[in-house]
């Protein structure tokens, strides 16, 4: 089994940082492209940026150039660090991964359990 953990969430002021982390484990075999999302109250479950085992990114409008994601493969981690923040970025934040397990000749999707973040003076 796979599990996936998120730290880093809390409570910043606008124009503040946070950066969120999550790390993978489990029986890992290779972790392909991992990435957050955010679901805020009422709406959807929306792309916030992703990144591939190689290191190419997508990020959403919103968030580009406040936001950056990295990965250490090494440490099946992937980060996301904010800055800048605004109200509209408070949301519960989700890690997705598309994880190959030990046992298994096919990648399964994850997501972790999710982090609140919430943006507000």
């Known amino acids: 089994q796979v599990q996936l953990e998120e730290s880093g969430g809390g409570l910043v002021q606008p124009g503040g940082s946070l950066r969120l982390s999550c790390a993978a484990s489990?029986?890992?075999?290779?972790?392909?492209?991992m990435g957050w999302y955010r679901q805020a109250p009422g709406k959807q479950r929306e792309l916030v940026a992703k990144?591939?085992?190689?290191?190419?990114?997508n990020y959403a409008d919103s968030v580009l150039g406040r936001f950056t994601i990295s990965r250490e493969n090494a440490k099946n981690t992937v980060i996301l660090q904010m800055n800048s923040l605004k109200p509209e970025d408070t949301a519960v934040y989700y890690c997705?991964?598309?994880?190959?397990?030990?046992?298994?000749?096919?990648?399964?999707?994850?997501w972790g359990q999710g982090t609140q973040v919430t943006v507000s003076s």
């Open positions: 990144i591939t085992v190689g290191g190419n990114t």
């Open positions: 997705n991964a598309f994880v190959r397990a030990a046992t298994l000749y096919h990648y399964d999707e994850y």
């Open positions: 489990g029986s890992i075999d290779r972790i392909g492209t």
